[in-house]
């Protein structure tokens, strides 16, 4: 994804945010601190988790696809074999999991399936 098609997609993400809490807020104009902290808190951990997704999406097709070094196993430092993409599931700090597009790779020496870091 090239970078202004990111800030446009996080750009409409964050106004989608700001007028649905501004309309929460509205719908519910006896809220307590506590809810409003927890609505504003909910919705913008969504948000948090995808604009993870996709910048993570970013850097693992960089650094695959995109340099001529392979990555290695973390192990025995053996170049890993590509084996195409599977989706990993992360778990952001937030709690949310969000499941990526990883390539993925087997290092030769272990035998191990490996994402490569990043
Ligand atoms: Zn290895």
């Known amino acids: 994804m090239e970078k202004g098609e990111l800030t446009q997609k996080w750009r409409a993400m964050s106004e989608e945010i700001i007028s649905g809490v501004a309309e929460w ?3 519910h104009p006896k809220a307590t601190f506590r809810e409003i902290e927890a609505e504003v808190d909910q919705r913008l951990s969504e948000m948090r988790a995808r604009m993870l997704s996709d910048a993570a999406i970013v850097s693992a097709s960089a650094d ?3 340099s001529e070094e ?3 196993c973390p192990h025995c ?3 890993l074999q590509a084996k195409g993409k599977k989706k990993r599931k992360m778990q952001t700090r937030g709690g949310q999991e969000i499941a990526l597009e990883r390539e993925y790779g087997i290092c030769p020496k ?3 399936g490996i994402f490569p870091p990043g």
């Open 25 to 27: 807020r509205q719908q």
């Open 64 to 66: 695959w696809e995109g």
């Open 70 to 72: 392979q990555p290695k």
């Open 77 to 79: 430092g053996a170049e």
């Open 110 to 112: 272990c035998g191990q």
